[in-house]
């Protein structure tokens, strides 16, 4: 079963602590997913280089808007060199920094343009199931699959009843689930405005909680014998996951 961590890529000697303290603590972690956040200098694949160094799987996001579709990919030839075959294309966020350059290119766009002219990579696009209705995002990973998506990684799940329900619709596509604690009130409002988060009625912005649903969310995807990703934003690394594995076994 893969299971992946999110790691922020802030510089790398952190990320090499980190992805050190993953190895030795949480050896079950068999791979890394590396969002490509402009207010960094280190880029996705840059990270994702490091990750493939400490003997983890890793997986770059890729924001489309940051390239122009009739110019060759510039990362292309750092992930060949560093053996890294898979990627997760996003559209992006616009950067804060307005001195970056951003491009009208789609998610979709980039899917396409990588699958024809690199087609060993594996491309994952993205799900989010609160952004629009089931049938519309349905819609949406249609689209991403006709331009050559291999797979898809979702936003984060709050609730077990929605990604059940998500998981009969996606039956057949590999999915990397994914479970973000939420431990504070300030956290549960980010995710309800920015991310349109509808949370369970039983929800509680405590470790305790959001450990058990993990645990539950594991379950789910090792008995869809899916992949699972973690998302640990303002957390006690280590507390949270020695609750999510003690006594798991995949």
């Given amino acids: 079963m893969r299971i992946s961590l999110e790691l922020v890529p802030r510089e790398a000697d952190e990320l090499r602590a980190e992805l050190q303290f993953i190895k030795n603590r949480f050896p079950i972690i068999n791979t890394i997913n590396i969002p490509d956040l402009t207010r960094f200098e280190l880029r996705s694949w840059e990270a994702a280089a490091l990750s493939q160094e400490g003997d983890k799987a890793s997986i770059p996001h890729i924001r489309a808007m940051d390239f ?16 890294i075959t898979e990627v997760l294309v996003v559209t992006g966020d616009a950067p804060k920094n307005s001195g ?10 980039m899917i396409a343009k990588i699958k024809k002219e690199h087609p060993h990579l594996k491309v994952y696009a993205a799900i989010d199931p609160y952004r629009n209705s089931a049938s519309k995002e349905y819609d949406y990973v249609q689209r991403k699959m ?12 709050f609730d077990l009843r929605f990604m059940e329900q998500y998981a009969e619709m996606l039956e057949g596509l590999e999915v990397f689930w994914g479970v973000s604690p939420v431990v504070s009130d300030k956290s549960k409002a980010y995710w309800e405005t920015r ?6 009625p039983d929800f509680q912005p405590t470790l305790a909680w959001n450990i058990e649903f993990s645990r539950k969310a594991l379950a789910l995807a090792k ?28």
């Avoid at 006709?146 to 799940?157: K, L, N, V």
């Avoid at 991310?195 to 369970?200: D, E, K, L, S, T």
């Avoid at 992949?227 to 020695?242: G, N, R, S």
């Fill in 68 to 83: 122009q579709m009739e110019n060759p990919l510039p990362f292309v030839p750092y992930l060949d060199e560093h053996g």
């Fill in 100 to 109: 970056l350059p951003t491009y009208p290119t789609t998610c979709t766009d």
């Fill in 146 to 157: 006709d331009a050559g998506a291999d797979g898809f990684f979702t936003q984060p799940f």
């Fill in 195 to 200: 991310n349109q988060v509808v949370f369970p």
């Fill in 223 to 250: 008995r869809l014998n899916s992949p699972i990703y973690f998302m640990p934003i303002k957390v006690d690394l280590a507390a949270y996951l020695e609750g999510v594995f003690s006594e798991v076994s995949v």
